[in-house]
Nanobody
């Protein structure tokens, strides 16, 4: 079994910072990419950032220069440092890990349960 668990969401004032963490655990053979999506009420889920196993990053245009994704391969963990937060960053943030589990022949995406980020004064 594989689990993906996020932490670090919460309520923050505009201009503040938050750091999200996400750890994948269980019978994992290898992880290719990990990343974050977000979904605001009434909107579609969108990619925020992702990072490959060799450190290549991709960001949504809306968060470039504001958010930073990083990864600890030894701990199967990915982080999202969010600075200068704005009300429009309010959303449920979902972590994913694209990985191959024990006994699997191919890679699949595993998702966390989501963590709420609310930016409000």
């Amino acid at each position: 079994q594989v689990q993906v668990v996020e932490s670090g969401g919460g309520l923050v004032q505009p201009g503040g910072s938050l750091r999200l963490s996400c750890a994948a655990s269980g019978s994992i053979v290898s992880i290719s990419s990990m990343g974050w999506y977000r979904q605001a009420p009434g909107k579609e889920r969108e990619l925020v950032a992702r990072i490959t196993d060799d450190g290549i990053t991709t960001y949504a245009d809306s968060v470039k220069g504001q958010f930073t994704i990083s990864r600890d391969n030894a701990k199967n963990t990915v982080f999202l440092q969010m600075n200068s937060l704005k009300p429009e960053d309010t959303a449920a943030y979902y972590c994913y890990a694209r990985l191959r589990g024990a006994g699997a022949r191919s890679y699949s995406n595993y998702w966390g349960q989501g963590t709420q980020v609310t930016v409000s004064s």
